[in-house]
């Protein structure tokens, strides 16, 4: 069965600018129904996908011929369930959104549209396989993000998107003239620029080329994660957005980074991710370190969730650049993992904050009396955030470690040592605010069929995937593989290219 991608790519922007124009009451409806069905076009991919067969339902066209630009889209055992997670991540915001209505106030309309915009962007970056469509997609991904922040933001939201453009704009404009280069520097067949990435995979560009590419795709990509010390906009920007806005960011829009790696900076430049590799298993190092202790110190609830995903994102760096294949496959397990851990964790944050009427865990407390779901579901979320033995966040962990431990020894050690932070500061948030001293101002109550609507449907996914990690791990193996083979060959690492 073939699939037209192009269907899936669109369909969130087109119900979001149906819902532009449409009565605001009925813009979330229709924004709604638009992430659903992107979601059932990507359960549809997952069950199709034959992991065998390499890249699957290609749409390719000339674009730009004369810059050698192709409308190229493809799935692959990297992108297929990081397109899934995409699809959950967007339906769970805008169901959160429409449920609550106070998130976008009276102009529903703009804050659809902007929220299904960046659907369509998150997924163009995904299914991209030509390397200028990969930037456009890329860069216009964050876009809807600075409106959502800018318009609907909390207290300092014009400073903190500032940060984040100014941020983000250095490492775009990076990546852009990387791309450029790269494009019109590769020798390929026929002597014509290209920007295919099959195609540039296949053309030779000399190591000093690749290692100041390399460098230039790594900083974007660094920036984007955040990664330790790129991460200054993230502090504001984590305090500012409106909580559905931040789950999708924080649990979906990072992934994009770490693919990037996987699907461009290693195959296209594995000279120059040779060259990097021990700079990039540092700042991975640092990120979780750096990520686990802010953490423990903050009392801020989003922000313990901020700095959490600062050292995951630097656990699933450490996988990628092991280059290794376990330490590789868990990365990708991991940024899965990571996703569908944070999405019902900032809920949860939402939840509690309207209880206490405040997001610092020290006005928290007690709220499990009275809400023994609200508190089971902490509960799964929690354990699965700290990777108990069991959850699918232990497998990919344990597999991250293991590439490292074949790599480098004594990085592998230090990278445990976040995981035993990780079980500090993901119990002190959960004892803090559900047990303890009931707070001055909370009032304790249980979920609503409203809210076990949005959470529910993402704590089954948790352990469903704990259930069955095998299917994410089968379907990605082969085109994981041959995606860090090079670097592997570059640096040395031939056993693992020969597997």
């Known amino acids: 069965m073939t699939l037209h991608l192009s269907y899936l790519l669109w369909i969130p922007a087109v119900f979001g600018l149906l819902a532009a124009f449409a009565p605001r009451r009925t813009s979330g409806p229709i924004a709604l129904v638009g992430s659903l069905l992107a979601l059932a076009f990507a359960i549809a991919l997952v069950a199709d996908f034959d992991r065998g067969a390499g890249l699957q339902h290609v749409t390719d066209a000339s674009w730009i011929e004369q810059l050698g630009i192709h409308y190229k889209l493809g799935v692959d055992g990297i992108n297929l369930f990081l397109i899934l997670l995409t699809a959950v991540g967007f339906v769970a915001s805008t169901l959160w959104s429409v449920l609550d209505r106070t998130v976008a106030g009276t102009r529903e309309r703009s804050y659809?549209?902007?929220?299904?915009?960046?659907?369509?962007?998150?997924?163009?970056?995904?299914?991209?396989?030509?390397?200028?469509?990969?930037?456009?997609?890329?860069?216009?991904?964050?876009?809807p993000f600075f409106f959502l922040t800018g318009i609907f933001g909390g207290e300092n939201r014009i400073a903190a998107v500032t940060k984040l453009f100014i941020y983000t704009l250095v490492g775009s404009l990076l990546m852009l003239a990387a791309a450029i280069a790269t494009g019109t520097m590769a020798n390929v067949d026929g002597g014509g620029t290209t920007f295919v990435l099959s195609e540039l995979q296949q053309a030779g560009l000399s190591e000093g080329s690749q290692k100041w590419i390399f460098?230039?795709?790594?900083?974007?990509?660094?920036?984007?994660?955040?990664?330790?010390?790129?991460?200054?906009?993230?502090?504001?920007?984590?305090?500012?957005?409106?909580?559905?806005?931040?789950a999708v960011f924080s649990g979906v829009l990072s992934k994009v980074a770490a693919y990037g790696f996987l699907k461009i900076a290693l195959p296209l430049f594995p000279e120059g991710?040779?060259?990097?590799?021990?700079?990039?298993?540092?700042?991975?190092?640092?990120?979780?370190?750096?990520?686990?202790?802010?953490?423990?110190?903050?009392?801020?609830?989003r922000l313990i969730l901020g700095y959490s995903s600062v050292a995951q994102l630097g656990f699933i760096v450490l996988g990628i650049f092991a280059l290794e294949e376990d330490g590789a496959q868990g990365a990708i397990l991991q940024s899965v993992n990571h996703g569908l851990v944070v999405l019902?964790?900032?809920?949860?944050?939402?939840?509690?904050?309207?209880?206490?009427?405040?997001?610092?865990?020290?006005?928290?407390?007690?709220?499990?009396?009275?809400?023994?779901?609200?508190?089971g579901l902490f509960l799964i979320v929690a354990l699965a955030t700290l990777a108990m033995p069991g959850s699918s966040n232990f497998i990919g962990?344990?597999?991250?470690?293991?590439?490292?431990?074949?790599?480098?020894?004594?990085?592998?050690?230090?990278?445990?040592?976040?995981?035993?932070?990780?079980?500090?500061?993901?119990?002190?948030?959960?004892?803090?605010?559900?047990?303890?001293?009931?707070?001055?101002?909370?009032?304790?109550?249980?979920?609503s069929l409203a809210d076990g609507l949005v959470l529910v449907p993402l704590v089954a996914a948790i352990i469903a995937l704990a259930l069955y990690p095998q299917l994410p791990l089968k379907k990605g193996e082969r085109d994981i593989n041959s995606s860090i083979g090079a670097a592997a060959v570059a640096a040395g690492q031939e056993e693992v290219a020969q597997r």
């Open 215 to 246: 460098l230039c795709f790594a900083a974007a990509f660094l920036v984007k994660m955040p990664m330790f010390p790129l991460h200054g906009w993230m502090p504001d920007g984590y305090r500012a957005m409106p909580l559905p806005v931040l």
């Open 344 to 375: 019902p964790a900032f809920f949860i944050v939402g939840l509690l904050a309207a209880r206490a009427g405040s997001s610092d865990i020290r006005d928290m407390g007690g709220v499990a009396f009275r809400a023994p779901v609200l508190a």
């Open 273 to 301: 991710a040779a060259a990097f590799q021990e700079l990039l298993l540092l700042i991975a190092l640092a990120s979780i370190l750096y990520g686990s202790v802010m953490a423990f110190t903050t009392t801020e609830s």
């Open 112 to 143: 659809y549209f902007w929220l299904s915009l960046g659907h369509t962007a998150v997924l163009g970056a995904l299914m991209a396989q030509d390397l200028a469509m990969f930037v456009v997609f890329f860069d216009l991904m964050l876009v």
């Open 397 to 447: 962990e344990f597999l991250i470690l293991l590439g490292v431990f074949r790599d480098n020894l004594v990085i592998a050690i230090v990278a445990f040592s976040g995981v035993v932070m990780a079980s500090v500061y993901m119990l002190r948030m959960f004892i803090s605010s559900m047990h303890n001293r009931v707070g001055r101002n909370v009032h304790s109550r249980d979920i």
